[in-house]
Antibody
């Protein structure tokens, strides 16, 4: 059974960089695509972007200038970096596998505030 | 702002059914498979339907998906209290070159 677990700080200051990791267990990271998705308070799900096993990426056009998603096959992890954050980036962040995403992590809440 | 539009809420009586609509365009629903997710507060979203009308293993056949043109639907029959959740349609958008979610529908079981 594939399991995904998000990790990282739950609080980030405005204008700083949000950095999260997702550890994959029970399956290979060297196939499939791997995505980050978020849900902001009072809003719906928003796809942030995806990284493929070969390192290629797709990003949400509305976030593309601030996002980097990368994969580290040796650590069986993939990561998200979102820079220049504002309060609007406060959300529960989910990592997921595949397209469409089938397996998801439980989510990690991140608050952006000073 | 999402490119896939859903009604904000839907409700039904236990044992009966409810249908949720999802309206898109030729760049997403019109030319790509539709997927549906169930999201309960504090939980990971669950894939209910993929490939427009396919159910992953373990999803009961009370859930069914369909599409016509640039619109899609999720039908839930035999409503149960456990079905109270937010439901999202989702599809790849070729114009945006990205994955888009619908605006979400909150289902209540009366």
């Amino acid at each position: 059974q594939v399991q995904l677990q998000e990790s990282g700080p739950g609080h980030v200051k405005p204008a700083e960089t949000l950095s999260l990791s997702c550890t994959v267990s029970g399956g290979s990271i060297s196939s499939y695509s791997w995505s980050w998705i978020r849900r902001s308070p009072g809003k719906g799900l928003e796809w942030i972007g995806s990284v493929y096993y070969d390192g290629s990426t797709n990003y949400n056009p509305s976030l593309q200038s601030r996002v980097t998603i990368s994969v580290d096959t040796s650590k069986v992890q993939f990561s998200l970096k979102l820079n220049s954050v504002t309060a609007a980036d406060s959300a529960v962040y989910y990592c997921s596998r595949g397209m469409p995403p089938d397996y998801w992590g439980q989510g990690i809440p991140v608050t952006v505030s000073s | 702002q999402s490119v896939l539009t859903q009604p904000p809420s839907a409700s039904g009586t236990p044992g009966l059914g409810v249908t949720i609509s999802c309206s898109g365009s030729s760049s997403n629903i019109g030319n790509n498979p539709v997927n549906w997710y169930q999201h309960l507060p504090g939980m990971a979203p669950k894939l209910l339907i993929y490939g427009t009308n396919q159910r992953p293993s373990g999803v009961p056949d009370r859930f069914s998906g369909s599409k016509s043109g640039t619109s899609a639907s999720l039908a839930i029959s035999g409503l149960q209290s456990d079905d109270e959740a937010d439901y999202y349609c989702a599809a790849w958008d070729g114009s945006l070159n990205g994955f888009v979610f619908g605006t979400g529908t909150q289902v209540s079981v009366l």
